[in-house]
């Protein structure tokens, strides 16, 4: 149980366009979703925390108009980077808190990522 | 601000050999620590963690010491296999759920037949 997916799982996209992220909770529901980044041989970043229905927050830093997150449904989050450039390429990995009490109920189950490549 | 510094890869092992990755850490207050095992593929996986000092996680032959006089929570395995081939991401966090958490930059380790 507890298995989190994103898709796609690698991705190229011209700069200045849009790309969406998918991350999906498949066998139980998330009430807090996490996303991160990952640069080439670098520590995972935390870039936003998401719960189900109301607004992403944002950690200092991090462009709330360029990196759109949705959290719309308790089994799905999105993140959507908005006019994207060569900078902007990188690992992206989400993750997934059931909450609500009861065992497993704090912890973090992540995606197995998704690689951004824009040129 | 609390960060995590672990050794750099790749690490190199054969088969049945001894596994050390260290890990280091600089926080306020009292962090939880934690591994996390990313197989090809696959998602970060949870392999242990130990929320005080002198706390000693373990799991899958693998296991980890919580050393508040070092900073330190070094993974060590006796004998590797080559299904242990992935890359360790230590990490700490302000809470015993894994709450905001701060990583390392990860370990590659390959395993040699």
């Known amino acids: 149980g507890a298995v989190v997916s994103q898709h796609p799982s690698r991705v190229i996209c011209k700069s200045g366009t849009s790309v969406k992220i998918e991350c999906r909770s498949l066998?139980?529901?998330?009430?807090?979703m996490f996303w991160y980044r990952q640069f080439p041989k670098q520590s995972l970043m935390l870039m936003a925390t998401?719960?189900?229905?109301?607004?992403?927050?944002?950690e200092q830093g991090v462009e709330k108009d360029k990196f759109l997150i949705n959290h719309a449904s308790l089994t799905l989050s999105t993140l959507t980077v908005t006019s994207a450039h060569p900078e902007d390429s990188s690992f992206y990995i989400c993750?997934?808190?059931?909450?609500?009490?009861?065992?497993?109920?704090?912890?973090?189950?992540f995606g197995p990522g998704t690689r951004l490549t824009v040129t | 601000g609390d960060s995590v510094t672990q050794m750099e890869g790749p690490v190199t092992l054969s088969e049945e050999a001894f596994l050390t990755i260290n890990c280091t850490y600089t926080?306020?207050?009292?962090?939880?620590l934690f591994w996390y095992v990313q197989y090809p593929g696959e998602g970060l996986q949870l392999l242990l963690k130990?929320?005080?000092?002198?706390d000693k996680g373990s799991n899958k032959g693998f296991e980890a010491t919580y050393r508040k006089e070092t900073t330190s929570f070094h993974l060590e395995k006796g004998s590797v296999q080559v299904s242990d081939s992935a890359v360790y991401f230590c990490?700490?966090?302000?809470?015993?759920?894994?709450?905001?958490?701060?990583f390392g930059p990860g370990t590659r380790l390959s395993v040699l037949p």
């Open positions: 130990a929320t005080k000092a002198d």
């Open positions: 993750s997934a808190r059931k909450g609500g009490g009861g065992s497993g109920a704090y912890e973090q189950y």
């Open positions: 066998d139980f529901q998330a009430t807090t």
């Open positions: 926080a306020t207050g009292y962090p939880s």
């Open positions: 998401s719960n189900e229905g109301s607004k992403a927050t944002y």
């Open positions: 990490a700490l966090s302000d809470s015993n759920y894994g709450q905001n958490f701060v």
